[in-house]
């Protein structure tokens, strides 16, 4: 599966950022969709991740109450909406696709070594 990750650039903070990500081929109901980010010199850590048959979603502690992932299944896309956002949200946002995960728990969506298939990368800048 292909991924086009888009939406990223320049926001001061507090502002907000809305990332697509666009999958190739159509996305199946044991598929679960995830956002990575990386910032400059540190590792690559997990943002959020969520089921395409049930939407459920699992969020990484920091961005709780501020960011929202859904996903359109009409256009095969995923969305992560990004509010009152901090300098601690700069980074290179990647979206990547668990495809068999229909026994993944929903704990395990973090774990990125489960991910098959990894878009680009978009990259996201807070300014304070």
Known sequence: ?????????????????????????????NYVIGW?????????EFVVGIRW??????????VKGRFTISR???RET?????NSM?????AIYYCAVQRNAQMTPIQSFQSANL???WGQGTLVTVSS
């Open 1 to 29: 599966v292909q991924l086009q990750a888009s939406g990223g650039g320049l926001v001061q903070a507090g502002g907000s950022l809305r990332l697509s990500c666009a999958a190739s081929q159509p996305i199946l109901s």
């Open 115 to 117: 991910y098959n298939d």
């Open 36 to 44: 990575f980010r990386q910032a400059p010199g540190k590792e690559r």
């Open 53 to 62: 048959r049930d939407g459920r979603a699992n969020y990484r502690d920091s």
């Open 86 to 90: 901090n300098s601690e949200d700069t």
């Open 78 to 82: 995923v969305h992560l909406q990004m």
């Open 72 to 74: 359109d299944v009409a």
